[in-house]
């Protein structure tokens, strides 16, 4: 995958540190036809999102290296990456911890356990919107 | 925190100490005090009882002199001279001598008078008269000296003494009251300042204590955040995985397969639900638990909780009906009042039998709307009750049962009740059905009741 390349389908970048959840989350997306970029860890998302420019990311709140609120923060930093959605998963449900992740930049959150119809339904408002 | 009472009563021990320390000082005080009034009031009046000895002493010299100048025959012999007991008492009374003083005076100046008359009743001449004024002046000068004068000096020199005496007692007594009232003051200054010191320690341990309370509930609070997250992501690959097996995605399942899935499912829905009641009941005692407000109407809230508990009562065989009683607007959260009325109604479900009936009413009492859960099934004994709202505290007819649940429900359900300004209270008897009563502040009814 390049930046470069003209994308038939819309590249989401999924980030998160438990591996099931990376691939059931993958799994959905590419079944909902979209083309699906994984990474393990904060800093791993960072640098994908600034290679790859994504047209969504989808980050977990509690990863090792930078958690979901500094990668966004990051990402918004960035001239070049701050226009590029993120949706956020957490299994935080306080409010304090939602209202922290729209605070630092998120566009939608989404929280643990979800239906795989959620997920499309909330990456498709986001991509549809753009 | 067992620790106050200790606290308290040291404060009072310590407190009742100083005040008796300060009340004795302050009575040994007022003791010396009186005594040294005392003191002084005696100490004044032996003074006049010395002045009256100084002025009978005058007196007897200006006698003295007298008899002398008739001795003489200077100056003519004064009748009165005869009679000095008048003219002694007289003197007497100006300086208001005291009554056994004046007695032993007068007693003495009558002894030498008596004398004195008797030879001069004898002297007939002149010259009788000069040597009987002679014997006079002799007899007169000796009684004086032994009757009046020897007991003036020795009732003075006695005056002076005693006079000495009081005067060191009541410096004795005064020395002493000032004393105590310094001791007093020492003791009130030390023991202020003691109660003082203690009670800043107190506050100070009290505002550790608080501060540590604070950082073991925070932890405890971050420790049910962690638990709760730490059960989530398993459970939510679980149920994910689960999803993409009963939607096919892993090859096309049997009936027996989807069944046994289906049942995996809802038993990690179910787990999910105790790790979200457990967070939530963890919120409400944590105090972070906030409410959304939103004014709606309870009619719709209610419609909505009996449509979403319909599929549990239709599958149990239990009648499911609302009541309205009017139109009530309420400015509640209404994603928790939603968790109420689910909580009620699932209980309600529960616990009434198949062919059984489950009634939601809602009517105006006062300034509040009453929302009432109505139940026909197996009710509860009074001493159930009383732990109805508890913890974890599951019912008898629900162990013995083996009816689902944590003992969360109710809990939960009266925390937001609660928040939102409202109570709860339930009525039920054994196998008499059991009635749920809401009460909610009401904004305005929009249908008469």
Redesign the interface.
Same mark, same amino acid.
């Given at each position: 995958v390049s930046e470069t390349e003209p994308r038939s389908r819309p590249l989401v970048l999924v980030a998160d540190d =438990?591996r =099931?959840?990376l691939q059931?989350v993958s &799994? %959905?997306l590419e %079944?909902a036809d979209y083309e699906v970029v994984q990474a393990n860890d904060g800093e791993e998302a960072l640098r994908l999102v600034k290679e790859l420019r994504p047209d969504l990311a989808v980050l977990d709140l509690?990863m090792p290296k930078l958690n979901g609120y500094e990668v966004i923060r990051e990402i918004r930093r960035d001239e070049e990456t701050k226009a590029i959605p993120v949706i956020l998963l957490t #299994? %935080?449900?306080?409010? #304090?911890d939602v209202a922290r992740g729209f605070e630092a930049g998120a566009d939608d959150y989404l929280k643990? +356990? &979800?239906? +795989?119809q959620e997920l499309r339904a909330r990456v498709q408002a986001i991509l549809g919107r753009r | 925190v067992a620790g106050p009472p200790a606290p308290i009563g040291r404060i009072a021990l310590a407190s009742a100490l100083v005040a008796g320390l300060i009340a004795v000082a302050l009575a040994v005080t007022v003791v010396n005090y009186r005594n040294a009034v005392d003191a002084r009031q005696r100490a004044a009046d032996a003074m006049g009882d010395v002045a009256a000895a100084r002025s009978a002493e005058k007196y007897l010299a200006r006698e003295r002199e007298t008899v002398g100048d008739a001795v003489l025959g200077l100056h003519p012999f004064r009748s009165d001279l005869l009679a000095p007991r008048a003219l002694l008492r007289s003197e007497l009374s100006t300086v208001g001598i005291a009554e056994p003083s004046e007695r032993r005076l007068v007693r003495a100046a009558l002894r030498a008078n008596e004398g004195v008359n008797a030879i001069f009743a004898d002297a007939t001449r002149l010259e009788d008269r000069r040597l009987a004024a002679f014997r006079i002046f002799d007899l007169r000068l000796d009684r004086w000296q032994e009757g009046v004068l020897a007991p003036l000096r020795l009732l003075v020199s006695a005056n002076n003494r005693e006079l000495a005496l009081i005067e060191a007692s009541a410096t004795r007594s005064s020395r002493r009251a000032f004393l105590f009232a310094i001791f007093a003051g020492a003791i009130a200054i030390a023991g202020g300042l003691g109660f003082g010191m203690y009670a800043d320690s107190l506050v100070r341990e009290i505002a550790a204590r608080n501060k540590q309370l604070r950082r073991l509930d925070r932890m405890k609070d971050d420790f049910v955040s962690a638990v709760s997250h730490e059960l989530r992501t398993p459970l939510t690959s679980i149920r994910g995985y689960l999803d993409l097996l009963l939607d096919g995605e892993a090859g096309s399942l049997t009936d027996e397969q989807h069944h046994f899935l289906t049942i995996a499912g809802r038993n990690a829905d179910r787990l999910l639900r105790v790790a979200g009641d457990l967070l939530f009941v963890a919120q409400v005692e944590a105090g972070t638990f906030s409410l959304q407000r939103q004014p709606g109407e309870l009619d719709e809230l209610v419609r909505q909780a009996v449509d979403a508990a319909r599929p549990a009562a239709a599958e149990k065989g239990v009648e499911l009906e609302a009541e309205p009683d009017g139109l009530f607007e309420v400015d509640v959260d209404h994603a928790r009042l939603a968790q109420v009325l689910d909580n009620l109604l699932s209980n309600a479900v529960k616990f009434t039998p198949a062919g059984g009936h489950v009634t939601v009413r809602t009517r105006r009492r006062g300034e509040s709307v009453a929302l009432e859960v109505v139940d026909d099934g197996m009710g509860m004994s009074e001493s159930e009750l009383e732990h109805l709202f508890q913890r974890f505290y599951r019912t008898s007819g629900a162990i013995g049962q083996a009816i689902q649940g944590t003992g969360l429900g109710l809990t939960i359900a009266k925390a937001i009740v609660e928040a939102h300004d409202g109570r709860i209270s339930v009525m039920s008897s054994p196998g008499d059905g059991t009635t749920f009563s809401v009460e909610l502040p009401l904004v305005r009814a929009l249908v008469a009741a």
């Open positions: =438990d =099931d959840i059931l &799994f %959905r %079944r509690m #299994a %935080r449900v306080q409010e #304090a643990k +356990p &979800f239906s +795989p | -």
